[in-house]
């Protein structure tokens, strides 16, 4: 006696390997966000006071350093860039404020992540 089952489907669904599978990925790139965004936040307040202090109409090279120094110590998130690492130029009748710094980011010892950052601004 044999007996046949009609309809009979083949289970679906995510295995033990592949839910670790998932959860090492997910956990891998939120480590990274974790670590990334602090220094992303970095560079935007930054670039922002850079474009700030720029459209002040401050002239001289050690009006601008000295009033990114006050940025820097009225916002204290920035800490990769000095007023002696901006380099400050004319274009046009317009103060351009540059500036570029390097930022590594420790994922897990020894692997660490380089980061180069790099902007400018330009006064209206």
Known sequence: MTVELHGSRKQGGITLLGLLFWAIII?????LGMRVLPTVIEYST??????KIAAEGLTTVPEIRAAFER???????ITAVNGKDLEITKENDRVVIRFAYNKEVEI??????????QGSSKSK
């Open 71 to 77: 940025q820097k110590d009225i916002d204290y998130n």
């Open 46 to 51: 930054i670039s922002k006071s850079v474009n």
């Open 108 to 117: 897990m010892s020894p692997v660490f992540l380089l980061i180069k950052y």
């Open 27 to 31: 956990g891998f790139v939120a480590l």
